[in-house]
């Protein structure tokens, strides 16, 4: 059993920065090597990909709307993933859900542990 559990997010103004965690836990996550990755979603919308990192943190993906802006990390040892986002802007308004899988991918579908979201509010 795996569970996720993100933190870190709030209300800020454009320009800002905010960094998002995301723990992971369970005796399979602990014994085992997890791609994670970062989406998000508004309400009524598609989930949609933010950043991924490989389970040894060697390979690592970005959505284009955020490259450059956003990085993506991890400390395996903490059983954690990080969102450093920088100079947001109004439409990184979402919830961000953290996800992890065997398998590096891009697509929602391919993540089978979810952890329950954190809101992310950036006002102009």
């Known amino acids: 059993q795996v569970q996720l559990r993100e933190s870190g997010g709030g209300s800020v103004q454009a320009g800002g920065s905010l960094r998002l965690s995301c723990v992971g836990s369970?005796?399979?996550?602990?014994?085992?090597?997890?791609?994670m990755a970062w989406f998000r979603q508004d309400p009524g919308k598609e989930r949609d990909f933010v950043a991924a990192i490989s389970w040894n943190g060697d390979s690592t993906y970005y959505a284009a709307s955020v490259k450059g802006r956003f990085t993506i990390s991890r400390d395996n040892a903490e059983n954690t993933v990080f969102l450093q986002m920088n100079s947001l802007k109004p439409e990184d308004t979402a919830v961000y859900y953290c996800a992890a899988d065997h398998a590096y991918g891009l697509r929602p579908g391919e993540y089978d542990y979810w952890g329950q979201g954190t809101q992310v509010t950036v006002s102009s």
């Open positions: 369970g005796r399979t996550f602990t014994r085992s090597r997890y791609a």
